[in-house]
């Protein structure tokens, strides 16, 4: 649905998207992720046809940008970071406005205004005046902008930022939905969106691509080799220095700590040797035991880990503002 | 053309629904009710001193009242018309709806367009209050209607060239303040620009004469549509327009 071959924008100073080749089948979720800055509103404005590319060719359902760009914005539906509104029209009346703007034929504006309008929830605000809506409204009238016209394509530039986390679920609920009849590109730098929504994820930083790769691959990557977290009830049957034995004997383990223990229950964390996952036999181990598994879980925000080592961050420096955002 | 009607109307509304257009209106209403009393009461002194001296002066309400008002609300819309063209393309900027032009499937042009005609036709609701002040001198008097609607004709096109080269402006900023500013500078610029011919008759002075926008007003407010003046305005509106649309896309480019 999207080929993006070598995409370079550049600036008078600096390279904002430097060589970047991807590419979207038809009905993906894509998540494009980077820290603030990345390059990824750029490569959506290029994608969108709202600017050319430096260098390289992007095609979109078979049209490229720049050559065709009317055909291109047919059949993509946009919502830019700040949603484009107008705040001295009612949300009625605006979204009629974009039908138009869209070449919603004119029989069928009342209808697709009044379905975008129950799609996203702003319904009981249709009268209302943009200006005078909170920002979970305006954010859902600018999805609602972005569907008008059905399009093949919906482009989202952060599409929750500044939201709370109702409406962050509410939105994200309603992206998914869109899935399937959509081929959706959501640009973010919060990774539980990416897990929560996304089925595939292209990781972008400093302007260049790092990775692109599914979700789950992305999450394997990360999650072998690195520790667990086990807690264990021994029901008085066993003290902590026994349990930690015991686990120490699993194979696949190579290193066991000690991290908490309230009466009964102890908490281990597991150290697998790498490229084994040793999750399956620890808790086989302690259930044959006889002791109660209350827990195991990776202990690691797996993608988090993936991109911090693939954008090249210190852990600790870099982990502080992004799980600040997520708010 | 569906594009071009769309774009305008939703800038009609945003007239309309915000101060804008009232405030203009009350303005004009203001000025030109003013102007179109002081200059027919000076004429009805007049003709009531010729009568009392015994002496008649041939008296014409045309040419004694409708042309130097004409002349005079020319020069009223060279400040207004910034007032109106100033948010066009600045307001979008601001507030990121460019962004949704933009990746609209509707042309530049379609764009420039339907704004630009929205914001003569703003222009033409100020000459409509205009219409109301000469109704008056059609009900007390009995002018020649052909010079009110050259006179007209005139003034709408003087707007809508002026209007032209301000929606070129408004592109150049994010902020309306300054497109109102330039605008109005510009407007100043070439009004004052035919006082040069009181230094003489050089080439230069003719060039700068003809240049000057409310010099080609005159023929019209006198019944009289001169192809010259005609082309001069017509020419400077494209002019205006193919500048805006060499902005927008080096907007894009730059973007």
Known sequence: MIQVEGLTKRYARHVAVNNISFAVEKGDIVGFLGPNGAGKTTTMRVLTCFMPPTEGRATVAGFDVFDQPHEVKKRIGYLPEAPPLYPEMSVEDYLTFVARLKNVPAGEIKQRTGQVMERCAVADVRSKLIAKLSKGYRQRVGLAQAIIHNPDVLILDEPTSGLDPKQINETRELIKSLAGEHTIILSTHILPEVEAVCQKVIIINKGRLVATDSVENLKDRASVGSAIQVQVDTDGQADAVTVHQRLEQVPGVSKVLDRTAHGNRFVFEVESLQGRNARPDVARAVVHAGWNLLELKSSTLSLEEVFLELTGSQPAAALAPVSGVAQ | ?255
């Open chain 2, 1 to 255: 053309m569906r594009n071009i009607w769309t774009i305008c109307r939703r800038e009609l509304y945003s007239y309309f629904v915000s101060p804008i257009a009232w405030v203009l209106l009350a303005i004009f209403a203001l000025l030109s009710g003013v102007f179109t009393y002081i200059i027919s009461a000076s004429f009805v002194r007049a003709s009531l001193e010729g009568q009392m001296s015994g002496q008649s002066f041939p008296m014409n309400l045309n040419d004694q009242v409708i042309a130097p008002l004409f002349s005079n609300i020319a020069v009223v819309g060279l400040f207004l018309i910034p007032l109106i063209s100033m948010r066009l393309f600045a307001e979008e900027k601001r507030q990121g709806t460019i962004e949704l032009l933009a990746t609209s499937p509707v042309h530049d042009l379609e764009i420039i367009i339907g704004k630009w005609l929205s914001a003569v036709l703003m222009y033409a609701a100020l000459m409509a209050v205009l219409l109301a002040d000469y109704s008056f001198l059609f009900i007390y008097g009995n002018p020649d209607w052909k010079p009110v609607a050259t006179g007209f004709l005139g003034a709408l096109l003087q707007g809508a060239c002026l209007l032209a080269f301000g929606t070129f402006i408004s592109t150049l900023t994010r902020n309306q303040i300054v497109a109102g500013a330039i605008g109005f500078a510009l407007a100043l610029i070439l009004w004052i620009l035919n006082w040069t011919t009181s230094f003489g008759n050089s080439v230069s002075v003719q060039v700068l004469n003809y240049i000057s926008i409310v010099s080609h007003m005159d023929s019209f407010t006198k019944g009289v549509i001169d192809t010259k003046d005609l082309v001069y305005y017509v020419s400077m509106i494209f002019l205006g327009l193919f500048l805006t649309a060499r902005s927008l896309e080096s907007m894009r480019w730059k973007a």
